[in-house]
Nanobody, 116 residues
Framework: QVQLVESGGGLVQPGGSLRLSCAAS????????MSWYRQAPGKERELVAA????????NYADSVKGRFTISRDNAKNRLYLQMNSLKPEDTAVYYC?????????WGQGTQVTVSS
């Protein structure tokens, strides 16, 4: 069965960096676009970044462009999100997402808190 396990969240000061990781299993990882979403308290879940199966195409939410970088290692079935210049408004639970025609798969999420 599909499993997505995020890690790497934590508490960081404004301006700091974190690298999130998502370990994927149960499907042919390299065949699918993968995404990172986030959900802040009281807000809807929003797309942060997505990357094509081969890793050549990416897209980002305007709010994170130039600060976050999505990448993947298809040999390891791993998805990453490098987050630099973090701001308090980046505070949220971050989720790894695998989307098929019929279903959305989510990990359990990892908390990122940006605060001094």
């Amino acid at each position: 069965q599909v499993q997505l396990v995020e890690s790497g969240g934590g508490l960081v000061q404004p301006g700091g960096s974190l690298r999130l990781s998502c370990a994927a299993s149960g499907f042919t990882f390299s065949s699918y676009t993968m995404s990172w979403y986030r959900q802040a308290p009281g807000k809807e879940r929003e797309l942060v970044a997505a990357i094509g199966g081969a890793g050549r195409s990416t897209n980002y939410a305007d709010s994170v462009k130039g600060r976050f970088t999505i990448s993947r290692d298809n040999a390891k079935n791993r998805l990453y999100l490098q987050m630099n210049s973090l701001k308090p408004e980046d505070t949220a639970v971050y989720y790894c997402n695998h989307k098929t025609y019929s279903f959305d798969y989510w990990g359990q999420g990892t908390q990122v808190t940006v605060s001094s």
